[in-house]
């Protein structure tokens, strides 16, 4: 899975009120003023798709986003619980709120992972807190709305048997380029160290003919991109009688008219196969990008982290991708420190970094996480060790990509215009190869595709110029 945290709000321009009772949404077509939301999203894409779905599914109802927790009257925290940090972050944004809005308080919401993992011990330990809901059943949100609506404070939905995917054709996408994709809910592969087959619940694929259909729809309403999604993504499987593989999902959506470029997050390297590779070689719609987590470049440590691979079969797929026509790069997830790892087991991560020389990592120090395999065995490396091998990883790396970077100077890109610094006259563009590159040019010019050299390069970036 992907560990790269990010941070998104809901946006909108609407009129403030105060709650009373309950929440009352406004009737479609009426000019009562509606009720106002704010969700705050934490974590993977995964969660910020979720939280179009659900910025969708309340619009539907004739709620309205808001820019601010201060103008909402339903503030809802979208959450991340993959690493202890994340999660603890949740309750003391819990406790601001609660300081801030002492003599104007909100309904309150806590959805995704903290929400499932916690369950009703949030109402105790933040008792500010309405609804309690998990990823997995964000199908009942309307019926947990409308509780709420009739003035029920304490909402729960924590269900993970669902073996539905929480679609809906309400998403109120927040970028205007790329449209995330769902494909496979949930997780079955149990990782030592990962809560999200305990918070996602089991994995469930959607059919092939749903996601094209969305896939054209979304083409014939202007997003070029599209990203497809799952905590495995790659470990799809077609329910539909139409039995598509991974890959040949994967071409079909890139000849879709329209569609410009594809991307998919986040793949197990079990279940990468060499399909994927020939499918990117002859699909110039899929993106050269591959994000593989490796986790750690210790067979031992990949063992009792349960990963299903070892490092030579890992490099095998890497060897793989890296035979194909199209210069594909390559992004990991790295985990420093866990439980029973030795200095040299480190020392076989860093030697993985020289032997892929990997275009981005995002690495972490482990921390325990309840209800998972390595939860209840000891936690046995030190906090300063971890953080001392997660300083000379993350050092090594930055050398690595000055040098894969500076290798690309001179080369001419294809660049997306994803956004505009008005302070720096500049355009932040972003390749096929998901590497982003900033160079001087206008505000106009966000959301056309352009072609750049690279001038010069930094270690997490380039800079160009427009030809
Ligand atoms: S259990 Fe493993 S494969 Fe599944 S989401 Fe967690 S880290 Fe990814």
Redesign the pocket.
Known sequence: ?GNDLIQITSTADTPQEQVGAGLRPAPTGSCEKAVTFFIETFGCAMNVHDSEKVAGTLVARGYRAVDSHAEADLILYNTCSIREKAAGKVFSYLGTLKKAFRNNPKIIGVLGCVAQQEGEAIFERAPQVSLVCGSASYTRLPDLLEEIEHGNRRVMGLDLDTDECFETELTRRDNPFRAYLTIVEG?????A?????YT?GPERSRPSDKILDECRRLAGEGYGEIQLLG??VNAWKDPSSARLTFAELLGRVAEIPGVRRVRFT?S?PRYFTPDIVEAIDSHPALCEQVHL?V?SGSSAVLARML?GYTREQYLEKIDCIRRARRAISISTDIIVGFCGETQEDFEQTMSLLDAVQYDQVFSFKYSPRPNTAAGSIEDSVPEEVKAARLAALQERQRQIQIGTNQALVGQVFEVLAESFQPRLGQVVGRTSSNRIVNFPGTPGEVGQYLTVRATSAGPNSLVGEKL
């Open positions: 899975m997780c079955d592969q149990r990782c160290f990962c809560v999200v087959p996602r905590q495995i986040t197990h987590p986790q990963r």
